[in-house]
Nanobody, 128 residues
């Protein structure tokens, strides 16, 4: 079983940047798909980005495309979410999640129901 630890959230002004880190233990992430999700107060948890580690394919929600970048460092067993040009509407608790996916077939995993393992959230607040 894989355990995930998300970190890197904070308070930033609009237009600023943050890098979130999802550190894994218990299993190596090279055969997993990793997703970043966010949940704002009163809203559903939504997929932000995902990476399929076995083939490196990445996917993004339209709302963050061109601003956020997901990447994986297999040596550190860590996945990052670089967030640039942040907007107040990006304010939310951000979660990372993992799903066992050993195939080399690209697949877009952007719904919470597709993931079995979750880290605790990290708060991102963007002020206007």
């Amino acid at each position: 079983e894989v355990q995930l630890q998300a970190s890197g959230g904070g308070l930033v002004q609009a237009g600023g940047s943050l890098r979130l880190t999802c550190a894994a233990s218990g299993q190596h992430l090279d055969r997993y798909a990793i997703g970043w999700f966010r949940q704002a107060p009163g809203k559903e948890r939504e997929g932000v980005a995902c990476i399929v580690n076995n083939d490196g394919s990445t996917y993004y929600a339209d709302s963050v495309k061109g601003r956020f970048t997901i990447s994986s460092d297999n040596a550190k067993n860590t996945v990052y979410l670089q967030m640039n040009s942040l907007k107040p509407e990006d304010t939310a608790v951000y979660f990372c999640a993992a799903d066992w996916y050993p195939l080399s077939i690209p697949v877009r995993k952007m719904t919470r129901w597709e993931y079995d393992y979750w880290g605790q959230g990290t708060q991102v607040t963007v002020s206007s």
